[in-house]
């Protein structure tokens, strides 16, 4: 591994967010750690070009979950890292097998330039594969994810592909949203995608209660610009 492959960056005393900086930006995601009283949480788990478990502050025997929104390949790379694996049930067969058609692990490997800078000597773009990393729990809506000190609510959040999810502690207002949401290009045309769902998923996320978003790719931000994004979406997505 040629230095640190993860760029880490503190947001409040019990989450820190990781990125992989030399990532292609259509592929770089957050990755999201959040520290509970009783368990560890990880969102979703970036590319895996890196050993994302090496790289996270773990407490050695404290249980950790490792959590993926969808099954797109910028958010379950090292999620065979993670004895216990949680994500979509809808989504569940692509975790098995990691397949491009499920996961587009094929669009990485077709760009030009898919990283900045190779993460280990001769790496070669055309071998990329995902590690199987069947689910060891599949969440559904209205599910709940307890660390202890927090207990985040499943939200299906479906359109970007049918079993993206989000997670909302609702007492406290932290929402992380996978891609359903967030700052920057919203995909909807991939051959799993569906506009006209992820229409209704807008609405939905626009009547959230929440203090702050975190989502998979760009900066987080507040409930108002989180309302901005969700009702633009619905206004100009329409035929």
């Known amino acids: 591994m040629h230095g640190n492959w993860f760029r880490k960056r503190r947001i409040a005393d019990d989450l820190s967010a990781f990125d992989e900086p030399y990532v292609h930006d259509v592929f770089r995601s957050n990755i999201w750690h959040l520290r509970g009283r009783d368990a560890d949480l990880i969102v979703d788990t970036g590319m895996g070009l890196g050993i994302l478990s090496a790289a996270l502050d773990l407490t050695p025997g404290k ?21 216990d694996r949680l994500g979509p049930r809808i989504e569940a067969p692509a975790f098995a097998t990691m397949d491009d058609k499920a996961t587009y692990a094929d669009m990485f490997r077709v ?15 055309k071998a990329y594969t995902l590690h199987p990393a069947p689910l ?9 994810v307890d660390i202890g000190d927090r ?6 959040l479906p359109g970007h592909s049918p079993g993206s999810m989000g997670l909302l502690d609702e007492k406290d207002g932290l929402f992380f949203s996978g891609d359903a949401i967030y700052q920057g290009e919203l995909y909807d045309e991939l051959p799993d995608s569906d506009r006209e769902t992820y229409r209704a998923t807008m609405a939905l996320i626009s009547r959230l209660q929440v203090r702050i978003v975190h989502g998979g790719h760009g900066e987080s931000f507040d409930a108002t610009r989180m309302r901005q994004i969700a009702e633009t979406y619905i206004r100009q997505s329409r035929p």
Do not use: Q
């Open 136 to 144: 060891t729990r599949m969440l559904d809506d209205g599910d709940v």
């Open 151 to 156: 207990i985040l609510r499943v939200l299906h």
């Open 111 to 125: 760009l030009t330039e898919p990283v900045s800078r190779p993460p280990t000597e001769n790496w070669n773009k």
């Open 63 to 83: 249980p950790v979950m490792a959590v993926a929104t969808h099954a797109h390949a910028d958010h379950v790379g090292s999620l065979h890292e993670f004895a």
